[in-house]
């Protein structure tokens, strides 16, 4: 049974930082992209950042550009995403998902990712 699990997320205030986990089992998933979506109240989910397999090309949101930093290991089947100078703009549900159908082309739409975490809830305060 392939499963993610998200975790990491929590209260900080502005200007704090937060390391978000994805521990995945059941499948190795070294070949594939892990995106990292966020959805806010009211808002559509969205990518926030991404990477391909091997870790060699990254993809970021414009609003978190400079903040964020996602990265993997796959021998641990994990990625991580690091969210530094965080703003109230960030608090949201964030999700991990892997796209198995592509190794180095990243795709930005939620119909393009294959598995998902349970979410993560972020939650940043003035």
């Known amino acids: 049974q392939v499963q993610l699990v998200d975790s990491g997320g929590g209260l900080v205030q502005a200007g704090g930082s937060l390391r978000l986990s994805c521990a995945a089992s059941?499948?190795?998933?070294?070949?594939?992209?892990i995106g990292w979506f966020r959805q806010a109240p009211g808002k559509e989910r969205e990518l926030a950042a991404a990477?391909?397999?091997?870790?060699?090309?990254?993809y970021y949101a414009d609003s978190v550009k400079g903040r964020f930093s996602i990265s993997r290991d796959n021998g641990k089947n994990t990625a991580y995403l690091q969210m530094n100078s965080l703003k109230l703009e960030d608090t949201a549900v964030y999700y991990c998902a892997v796209d198995i159908h592509r190794a180095s082309t990243i795709a930005r739409t939620v119909e393009a990712y294959d598995y998902w975490g349970q979410g993560t809830q972020v939650t940043v305060s003035s």
């Open positions: 059941g499948r190795d998933f070294s070949t594939s992209i």
């Open positions: 990477i391909t397999s091997k870790g060699i090309t990254t």
